[in-house]
């Protein structure tokens, strides 16, 4: 009985010795009998249980992997405090496992190493700049030395670039004055603009008197070349009809009849308006004025 207890606990624990259950996006490296035997995928795997073991476990899915500030050096000679994370993943277990003693710590350290030669290959300025350049380079250096590691590096992505005290002040003086100077030239820009501005109405509206007043004085001329054309049209017909008024039977007494009423009328407010009269030696003899106007008359043809 109790050898019958003991075969089962034997043979179940060489069940549970032989079976493995490999998660998704996991590898287990098993070594047979201290030699690289073979690399169990997802799923349910049989090992001989005493001659096989699990010696390596690696995951397979995207790892982020942050990696210590350092103190770099730029070109110019000025120190920056830069720290960074790193996104890994494991493309070949078996050289994950052989290829180092720990790839981490290998990745981690190529990481910091070839951050700092290219930093050192920039100024202060264009580190600020040029991140996703930093990037590239650091990500190409590692992806090329990790493939021999089984492990490849997908992105590396800086978090931090912290300069001294003094320069972060100069850099905000810098900036300060940046844009101030942009300020002034926006607002000196503004002023030209709006003298210009000016001008240009001042000028448009000058335009528009000068052609307002050359067309009112061109009114004006038209008007008045009217009101002359008018008068003398007026004037014509009147006197086409005292001539043929005149034409007319008894047209000649007629004329003398106005032309003496005329005469004592203007004479009579002459006397009223003035203190002085200029009369002529005749002045008594009406009828021989009146005779002296119808003469003119008699002489115009008809």
Wanted: aromatic share 4%.
């Amino acid at each position: 009985m109790i050898s019958t207890v003991i075969l089962l606990a034997a043979a179940l624990i060489f069940v549970l010795q032989a079976v493995r259950v490999v998660p998704q996006q996991s590898a287990l490296v098993v070594e047979r009998l201290g030699r690289f035997h073979a690399v169990l995928k997802p799923g349910l795997n049989i090992i001989i249980p005493f001659v096989d073991r699990v010696a390596y476990r690696h995951s397979l899915k995207e790892i982020p992997l942050d990696v210590p500030s350092q103190i770099c050096i730029t070109r110019d000679n000025t120190q920056l405090k830069v720290d960074g994370i790193l996104y890994f993943q494991v493309t070949d277990p078996q050289r994950a496992s052989y290829g180092s003693s720990d790839y981490i710590m290998a990745i981690t350290q190529l990481a910091q190493t070839t951050l700092r030669s290219a930093i050192g290959k920039m100024e202060l300025d264009k580190t600020f700049e040029e991140r996703d350049e930093i990037n590239i380079s650091v990500v190409a250096a590692l992806d090329e030395a990790a493939s021999s590691w089984g492990v490849k590096v997908l992105r590396y992505e800086i978090k931090d670039l912290v300069p001294p005290q003094e320069i972060l002040h100069a850099m905000q003086s810098q900036i300060t004055a940046e844009r101030e100077k942009r300020a002034l030239i926006a607002a000196s820009e503004g002023r030209k603009q709006e003298q210009i501005n000016i001008a240009a109405g001042q000028r448009e509206a000058s335009i528009q008197k000068s052609e307002g007043e050359m067309q009112a004085a061109i009114n004006t001329a038209q008007g008045e070349a009217e009101a002359l054309r008018l008068v003398a049209d007026a004037n014509a017909h009147a006197l086409r009809a005292v001539a043929s008024a005149i034409a007319q039977p008894s047209g000649i007494e007629a004329v003398n009849l106005k032309v003496a009423e005329q005469y004592v009328e203007a004479f009579a407010k002459l006397a009223k308006t003035g203190n002085t009269l200029i009369l002529p030696a005749n002045a008594g003899d009406v009828a021989g004025l009146v005779a002296t106007a119808l003469s003119v008359v008699k002489q115009t043809p008809k």
